[in-house]
């Protein structure tokens, strides 16, 4: 079995989230792999930075790199993709492009070998638990409430939402926590996530506010993930910290762990360099008694790793990202009783709806 070929687009969703009046738009970039002997797979990594560059660092730079390597030997390719295109480590494109590269080499490995991506990664369970981000900046305070209660209302007992961007500061975001809480009690899980927004003094301002709102952890607190600031902010807070779902590769994941600086470590495998790096800083974590969660979104691609790992924990259904998910793809799974099982089907288990990525498909 030999690589072939390596196509990739890039697309544009607008999907609606509950009481958001303007819909949400969110661009993916979808990579195919096909073999000699006809067999095919798909990645995918976001698209909110520089879409087309990787499009084209896949198209024009990758393939020559991995053309007739046999995608099922992930560790031979992530080795020359990193001598040829990447010898000093660096993220951003080249992680997004190997990102959606890997996860379609270990598709077409699933469905030759008949086992799930999630029983490749090690088969730890068939299912994972998962969350609901339904916290939108969009939201007023009143509006978050009701969305809050909307989706306890549909079964959900985990709930993230944002902080971190308000004209009020950290107070306002106080603010909407608590409510948050008092709406929907002590026994919904409750986290936050400022989106690297915060200097480490607001953010032990936020954390010393909300020390009694009980919540399950706070992501990406700080400026750029700076962890020796992480690991102070972490010594002075009893709330859980968590990060690393837009690290490009294990050695910036090695730094969260290293310096003490998350209680739960985030691969993404849409972001990290696939599942053969998230599978990596699973590992990693395993060493240091760490859960790993996903953060990131891309629920589909990375419950295989939080269902494959024995320390794989949270997947985030972030409903922008859900509702995308629903149009990329035919019938993929949904949460139910707050777990999402793996699809029996081998592979990634999913099936491109074909039409909806033509009708979605942006023109560089």
Not at 147 to 164: E, I, P, S, T, Y
Not at 179 to 207: H, S, T
Not at 281 to 289: E, K, P, R, S, T
Not at 312 to 337: K, S, T, Y
Request: aromatic residues 8%; positive net charge; glycine residues 8%.
């Amino acid at each position: 079995m030999k690589i072939k070929s390596v196509k990739a687009s890039v697309h544009r969703f607008s999907v609606k989230v509950p009481l958001l009046k303007k819909p949400v738009e969110r661009n993916a970039v979808v990579c195919e792999v096909k073999t000699d002997d006809g067999h095919s797979g798909f990645g995918l990594t976001g698209g909110a930075y520089l879409p087309h560059a990787i499009v084209t660092a896949l198209e024009k730079e990758f393939l020559p790199v991995v053309k007739d390597m046999d995608p099922r030997e992930t560790e031979a390719i992530h080795e020359k993709v990193w001598w040829k295109l990447n010898q000093r480590s660096m993220t951003g494109v080249v992680s997004s492009a190997l990102s959606a590269l890997d996860i379609a080499c270990w598709d077409i490995h699933g469905k030759h070998a008949g086992r799930t991506v999630a029983q490749l990664l090690g088969g730890a369970r068939d299912w994972a638990p998962t969350y609901c981000t339904f916290g939108f900046p969009e939201y007023d305070r009143d509006e978050l409430v009701e969305a809050a209660k909307l989706q306890v209302k549909n079964g959900h007992r985990r709930l993230k939402m944002v902080v971190g961007v308000h004209k009020g500061g950290w107070q306002e975001d106080a603010r909407r926590v608590r409510a948050v809480r008092d709406a929907v009690g002590p026994d919904i899980e409750l986290m936050m996530d400022a989106n690297y927004k915060f200097n480490p003094v607001d953010a032990r301002q936020l954390c010393r506010a909300l020390e009694d709102c009980n919540l399950t952890w706070f992501e990406e607190p700080l400026y750029q993930n700076d962890t020796r600031a992480m690991a102070d902010l972490r010594r002075h807070t009893n709330i859980p910290l968590s990060a690393g779902q837009n690290e490009g590769h294990r050695w910036r994941l090695r730094e969260l762990v290293l310096h003490q600086a998350v209680d739960i470590l985030q691969p993404n495998c849409c972001y990290c360099g696939g599942y053969t790096e998230a599978q990596k800083a699973g590992h990693l974590a395993q060493a240091f008694n760490l859960p790993i969660a996903n953060g990131g979104g891309w629920p589909l691609h990375n419950m295989h790793t939080m269902a494959g790992l024995m320390n794989g924990w949270r997947v985030e259904f972030h409903l922008d990202m859900q509702a995308v998910g629903e149009m990329m793809f035919v019938n993929p799974p949904r949460p139910r009783d707050n777990i999402v099982k793996i699809p029996a089907r081998p592979g990634l288990g999913l099936e491109p709806n074909r039409d909806a990525l033509k009708d979605t498909l942006m023109k560089a």
